[in-house]
C-alpha cells in the first residue's frame, strides 16, 4: 500500500462543474496536507495547504481535511479548461525531525472539456 | 523574490557519464529539498538540507548519487556513471522553517535524458 494514494483517473467534467480530487494517507502522525497541480512537462505548482479539520476556501478552491478518517480531498467549482493538469497531493508528518519532508501521491489527471 | 531556479533545464548524457545540476532556492529559506519524478509517478523524495547540514537521505539515493549544499545557499546534485534508469525529472524545492509552516515551493527541474 502506497503512503498517499489519489483517485485513479483521469477524470473529466464540463466546463462549469465542481471537480472531485480525494486522497487518502496512511501515517496517521501527518500534519501538514497540500495540493499541487502540474501541467504537463512543467514542476508541481502549490495550490492549496491545509492543517486542521474542517474545510479551507480558497476562490474557486476547496480543500477538505479528515484526520480521523486520514482523507484530505481538494473541490474546484466553476471548473475551467486552464484546471486541465495533474493534480498531486502532498503529506508531510512535519516537525523539526521530519522537516517538511513531503510524500506524494501519483496524481489524478483532470481534463475540463469546453 | 526570484522563486527557486535550477540549471541547467535539461541535460541529454550518454549512459557512465557524471552529471552535475544546481538549484538556488528562495533566499530567506533555510531547508532544500531534491526530488525525483519520472511519467505517471508523483516525485520521489531523495534528500533535504537545513542550512548546509543534510539531515536526511532516501533509499532511493545510492553511492551514484551525492548532493552538497555548502554555505547553505544553493545545492549541487552529482549523479556518477549514469544509467538509462537516471532518466527523469529533477526536482528542487525550498521551504522556510517558519511560516508558513512545511510548505516547498518547486524550481522548474532538470530534465536528465540518458542515452
Known amino acids: 500500500q502506497k503512503e498517499v494514494e489519489q483517485n485513479s483517473g483521469p477524470l473529466s467534467v464540463p466546463e462549469g462543474a465542481i471537480a472531485s480530487l480525494n486522497c487518502t494517507y496512511s501515517d496517521r502522525g501527518s500534519q501538514s496536507f497540500f495540493w499541487y497541480r502540474q501541467y504537463s512537462g512543467k514542476s508541481p505548482e502549490l495550490i492549496m495547504s491545509?492543517?486542521?479539520?474542517g474545510d479551507k476556501e480558497d476562490g474557486r478552491f476547496t480543500a477538505q481535511l479528515n484526520k480521523a478518517s486520514q482523507y484530505v480531498s481538494l473541490l474546484i467549482r466553476d471548473s475551467q479548461p486552464s484546471d486541465s493538469a495533474t493534480y498531486l497531493c502532498a503529506v508531510n508528518l512535519g516537525g523539526d525531525t521530519n522537516a517538511g519532508k513531503s510524500t506524494f501521491g501519483d496524481g489524478t489527471t483532470l481534463t475540463v472539456k469546453p | 523574490d526570484t522563486g527557486v531556479s535550477q540549471n541547467p533545464r535539461h541535460k541529454i548524457t550518454k549512459r557512465g557519464q557524471n552529471v552535475t545540476f544546481r538549484c538556488d532556492p528562495i533566499s530567506e529559506h533555510n531547508r532544500l529539498y531534491w526530488y525525483r519524478q519520472t511519467l505517471g509517478q508523483g516525485p520521489e523524495f531523495l534528500t533535504y538540507f537545513q542550512n548546509e547540514a543534510q539531515l536526511e537521505k532516501s533509499r532511493l539515493l545510492s553511492d551514484r548519487f551525492s548532493a552538497e549544499r555548502p554555505k547553505g545557499s544553493f545545492s549541487t546534485l552529482e549523479i556518477q556513471r549514469t544509467e538509462q534508469g537516471d532518466s527523469a525529472m529533477y526536482l528542487c524545492?525550498?521551504?522556510?522553517?517558519?511560516?508558513?509552516?512545511?510548505?516547498?515551493?518547486f524550481g522548474p527541474g532538470t530534465r536528465l535524458t540518458v542515452l
Open positions: 491545509i492543517y486542521s479539520n
Open positions: 524545492a525550498s521551504s522556510s522553517h517558519d511560516y508558513p509552516r512545511d510548505t516547498q515551493y
